[in-house]
């Protein structure tokens, strides 16, 4: 779930609550339908940690006592707004588990350096649903860094192979003229990439971790990865859409390693 999804990245510290109330029911309603296998969710920090880390350019590293106050701070916004997802979740009736990244994984420069997915393995087989998000984490190189959601299941893919990794966010795709906004690419491959990279551009909101761009070019080098894992980039705003990915629906630009 896209912070812009659940939070108004445009007003500092606001979540959506009636839309994470919606989005609990639809996963909820997967879950109880004809979904198979585990399901990991995670979400983004949009206008909670965005801002602080924004202001004190946690990602580049921290390396003054003025810079770990900053990276408290991060921390505390974003470790607000996932109470909030995981207490919509809960009054959904949803058994969520929270695996902050701070807690749990170290960075080298930027990039996921050791993480021990023991307890989160054990959740999956509990029949738990793990809630992950973006969050600042230690960095042997840069003393603190953060982690998008997207950069954290990049990492944890590799070694959990799913199947889909579904980005929900408030646009319907990934546009062909962004911020004309007339036409949504269906697909995105390798082979097309370098056609359609002048289009893309970063997200109309503050995002410290790249916008946009920076998510198809992840999921791209993923893809090509594990060529067996598709991943959708759709809308969470649109009711059901969320319930229908979860079930196996394309509503949204596809990217895989293949045409």
Same mark, same amino acid.
């Given at each position: 779930m896209g912070g812009s999804l659940i939070t108004d990245k445009n007003r500092p510290l606001t979540h959506r609550p009636d839309v994470l109330s919606r989005l609990a029911v639809e996963i909820r309603a997967a879950r109880q339908s004809a979904l198979s296998g585990d399901l990991i969710l995670g979400h983004g920090s949009g206008s909670f940690g965005h801002t602080a880390a924004k202001k004190y350019a946690t990602r580049n590293g921290v390396y003054t006592p003025q810079g770990w106050q900053g990276f408290a701070e991060v921390w505390q916004s974003a470790r607000a707004l996932n109470q909030h997802v995981c207490e919509a979740l809960a009054q959904a009736g949803l058994p969520v588990i929270a695996f902050p990244p701070s807690a749990g994984v170290t960075?080298?420069? #930027?990039?996921?350096?050791?993480?021990?997915?023991? +307890?989160?393995?054990?959740?999956?087989?509990?029949?738990?649903?793990?809630?992950?998000? #973006?969050?600042?984490?230690?960095?042997?190189?840069?003393?603190?860094?953060?982690?998008? !959601?997207?950069?954290?299941?990049? %990492?944890?893919?590799? !070694?959990?192979?799913?199947?889909?990794?579904?980005?929900?966010?408030?646009?319907?795709?990934?546009?062909? %003229?962004?911020?004309?906004?007339?036409?949504?690419?269906?697909l995105i491959t390798p082979d097309n990439f370098t056609e359609i990279e002048p289009a893309l551009q970063g997200s109309a909101a503050a995002d410290v971790t790249g916008g946009?761009?920076?998510?198809?070019?992840?999921?791209?080098?993923?893809?090509?990865?594990? +060529?067996?894992?598709?991943?959708?980039?759709?809308? #969470?705003?649109? +009711?059901?859409?969320?319930?229908?990915?979860?079930?196996?629906?394309?509503? #949204? !630009?596809?990217?895989?390693?293949?045409?």
């Open positions: 960075a080298s420069d #930027g990039q996921v350096f050791s993480w021990d997915l023991t +307890p989160l393995r054990a959740a999956l087989l509990a029949g738990l649903l793990p809630v992950l998000n #973006g969050d600042v984490v230690f960095d042997n190189q840069r003393g603190g860094t953060i982690l998008s !959601t997207e950069e954290v299941f990049f %990492d944890l893919a590799k !070694t959990l192979q799913p199947q889909r990794i579904l980005l929900a966010g408030l646009e319907p795709g990934v546009w062909v %003229d962004f911020p004309k906004r007339t036409r949504i690419l269906p946009m761009i920076q998510k198809v070019k992840s999921m791209l080098d993923l893809v090509q990865r594990l +060529p067996a894992l598709e991943v959708l980039v759709f809308s #969470g705003e649109e +009711p059901g859409n969320v319930r229908e990915a979860l079930l196996g629906a394309c509503p #949204g !630009t596809l990217i895989r390693a293949h045409k």
